[in-house]
């Protein structure tokens, strides 16, 4: 990740906004005058209202299609952990908020781990963030391979020549016309993007909605209570939902009012969490024990708000691909030497890209089971930057200044989080394994 001053640009020309719905770059100034060292950026532009934007547009993206399964599976008192870890995440955003006006030369979530915990804590924090951004992309690709399957549903395509299923093959063209888009060096470029995911998201709950009301599906199905055996997989689904704290720091930084950003944590997620709640048992009285793992896999194939709502799901991954990978571009394009020419850079950052994306191709294509690598993302990583060492990092940096009760809440935050991440992260690793253990022997 850059060092030094870090600038946000905006989804109005402002921001871009980067996580699972909308990406917020995190760049020492634009990839195009990556040599320009003294160039300096004005972040302090964004208006409350703006940052609310930023943070419910980067909260709503690929978790919202899971909810209704989490919650069938669950049970509908579930919904109270869905709210709880809504507030609990609202709460170690403002923790953040909190860091980094006790340190200002903090600009960022691994400067936040450097402060509490020297070199040790930056480590952390940043194996953290990539292996939760990689984590999600394969999430990304096994959901674009999903929903292309249903949209061409019926279609033969000739790949036997590749040894692959038709529905293989057309994830494969899909990523390959999304390679390119790792090539660009120009934020307003990737900007465009990030505009794109966010309307798809908002797409996606609407044609849900619209099949509820519409679509000739009658919500008759009955929730169960609770089912205590799948808990600990399903809060690995409802952590991820809430996911982003890794670009909140920016969404600080960017702002004219800092001293907002606990509110602004509080709209925001208050905002998501109700979305959230509300889409769960929307999908779940819907469809019912037949509820997908993707809600938009359970709506009616033939009827054209599902087949909308299949092209918004498909969209949306190949929008992110350019926006995840942007940090790792910048970090190494910043590695790169001084004299290297500015064509060497983008063949050397595009070519990188390229494998890597393919390298994910692959890997979704070999463990195509959505539901159980999001629970796991969620259990083994999320929850840790969500709630885990947003605590830690606080109770640390202000360990002289805490107060008892604060102090008897961060410690609960942090043990309850550590213990729904290991069972979280046994539960669905036992389930991915089951899954890959069956497909072997069919």
């Not at 320009?36 to 978790?63: R, Y």
């Not at 063209?173 to 888009?181: D, F, R």
Request: aromatic share 10%.
């Amino acid at each position: 990740m850059a060092t030094g001053e870090w600038m946000t640009v905006g989804v109005f020309g402002e921001e871009i906004s980067k996580g699972k719905s909308i990406s917020i770059i995190e760049s020492t100034k634009d990839l195009e005058s990556l040599d320009d060292e003294e160039k300096d950026v004005d972040t302090n532009k964004s208006s409350f209202l703006h940052a609310v934007i930023n943070m419910v547009g980067m909260l709503i993206g690929l978790g919202q299609l899971s909810t209704p399964y989490a919650l069938e599976n669950g049970g509908w008192a579930s919904a109270f952990m869905l709210v709880g870890l809504g507030a609990a995440c609202a709460y170690t955003s403002h923790l953040l908020g909190k860091c980094l006006q006790k340190s200002p030369k903090s600009r960022d979530y691994k400067d936040i781990g450097h402060h509490a915990f020297g070199t040790n804590g930056r480590i952390i924090a940043i194996t953290f963030i990539y292996l939760e951004i990689f984590m999600a992309l394969v999430s990304y690709t096994i959901s674009l391979h999903d929903n292309l399957a249903t949209v061409f549903l019926g279609v033969d395509l000739n790949s036997s020549w590749a040894h692959l299923t038709t529905s293989q093959f057309l994830a494969v063209i899909a990523v390959l016309v999304a390679l390119p888009s790792l090539w660009l060096r120009n934020l307003s470029s990737i900007s465009f993007l990030s505009v794109a995911g966010i309307l798809m998201s908002f797409l996606i709950f609407i044609m849900v909605a619209c099949t509820g009301i519409f679509g000739g599906v009658s919500a008759s199905h009955d929730i169960p209570v609770l089912k205590i055996r799948n808990v600990p997989a399903i809060s690995g689904l409802y952590i991820f939902s809430f996911a982003g704290h890794i670009v909140f720091p920016n969404i600080y930084t960017a702002m004219k009012d800092p001293s907002k950003f606990t509110k602004v944590s509080i709209v925001s997620f208050s905002l998501v969490t109700t979305l959230y709640t509300s889409l769960a048992f929307m999908g779940a009285k819907l469809f019912g024990p037949q509820v997908s793992s993707q809600i938009t896999l359970s709506m009616p194939q033939t009827h054209i708000l599902t087949k909308i709502a299949l092209w918004a799901t498909v969209l949306t991954p190949m929008t992110k691909y350019a926006l995840e990978f942007t940090p790792f571009a910048i970090q190494l394009e910043q590695n790169l030497p001084h004299a290297m020419k500015s064509r060497t850079r983008t063949i050397v950052r595009g070519t990188i890209g390229s494998i890597l994306l393919l390298i994910i191709l692959v890997l979704a294509l070999c463990v195509p089971y959505f539901e159980h690598v999001l629970s796991l993302t969620g259990s083994l990583v999320s929850v840790g930057i969500c709630i885990v060492f947003p605590c830690a990092f606080y109770t640390k940096i202000f360990w002289r200044q805490i107060g008892r009760p604060l102090l008897i809440l961060n410690l609960i935050l942090i043990t309850f989080g550590v213990v729904m991440g290991a069972f979280g992260t046994v539960s669905s690793s036992k389930s991915l394994l089951r899954s890959l253990q069956r497909a072997h022997t069919s």
